[in-house]
């Protein structure tokens, strides 16, 4: 199973929005509403995000944001802090019981 | 709370065996399916392996197939990782994850802070 398909850096400035992309297949992102996010900070744990496409879980921000076109999900974070400064991984369900993860992307807050 | 926490990592030869274990906490262990996620020294994450709530299921990435096991014992609250035939690209921070709602749904909610297996001779 191939890893889905993440930009390797995005960056914004405070205040600003920054999309980031997520692209799979019609095997995985493109056949099924299971697509998480997860923000990892240097030398610490991956934290959900966002789950299934859109949903976001209790505490995290609403700045926030999920939705999926087709085989591409994005993550949208609104209103950008210095805090969300951190590596952000999506991840699919890729059918047969398999999931995949995608390569990862560097959020830089200028 | 949530608690995860993951031990046994260390160096091992190639070829050798390893077991990891992830001592769970403030949870109904035995309500939830488990997964294990390795990440590689400065690389992404990788799916390794989930086991179903009861342990009645188990899969795995074709990267580890035949050589891991995971397996929980839901009476010591504790989930495993038994690493066998043990390989350079192996070496990783493995972490444990809780998986919460349909497992298809892949929803990791809670991790581990990892431990890191080096294979090297």
């Known amino acids: 199973q191939s890893a889905l398909t993440q930009p390797p850096s995005a960056s914004g400035s405070p205040g600003q929005s920054v999309t980031i992309s997520c692209t799979g297949t019609?095997?995985?992102?493109?056949?099924?509403?299971?697509v998480s996010w997860y923000q990892q900070h240097p030398g610490k744990a991956p934290k959900l995000m966002i789950s299934?496409?859109?949903k976001r879980p209790s505490g995290v921000p609403d700045r926030f944001s999920g939705s999926k076109s087709g085989n591409t999900a994005s993550l949208t974070v609104s209103g950008l802090q210095a805090e969300d400064e951190a590596d952000y991984y999506c991840?699919?369900?890729?059918?047969?019981?398999?999931?995949?993860f995608g390569g990862g992307t560097k959020l830089t807050v200028l | 709370q949530v608690q995860l926490v993951e031990s046994g990592g260390g160096v091992v030869q190639p070829g050798r065996s390893l077991r990891l274990s992830c001592a769970a906490s403030?949870?109904?262990?035995?309500?939830?399916?488990m997964h294990w996620v390795r990440q590689a020294p400065g690389k992404g994450l990788e799916w390794v392996a989930i086991?179903?709530?009861?342990?009645?299921?188990?899969y795995y990435a074709d990267s580890v197939k035949g050589r891991f096991t995971i397996s929980k014992d839901n009476f010591r609250d504790t989930l495993y990782l038994e690493m066998n035939s043990l390989r350079a690209e192996d070496t990783a921070v493995y972490y444990c994850a809780r998986t919460s709602g349909t497992p298809g749904a892949g929803i990791l909610d809670y991790w581990g802070q990892g431990t890191l297996v080096t294979v090297s001779s």
């Open positions: 019609s095997s995985d992102v493109g056949s099924y509403n299971y």
């Open positions: 991840s699919s369900y890729a059918g047969s019981n398999n999931w995949v």
């Open positions: 299934e496409v859109t």
């Open positions: 086991i179903w709530f009861d342990g009645s299921d188990k």
């Open positions: 403030g949870f109904t262990f035995s309500s939830y399916g």
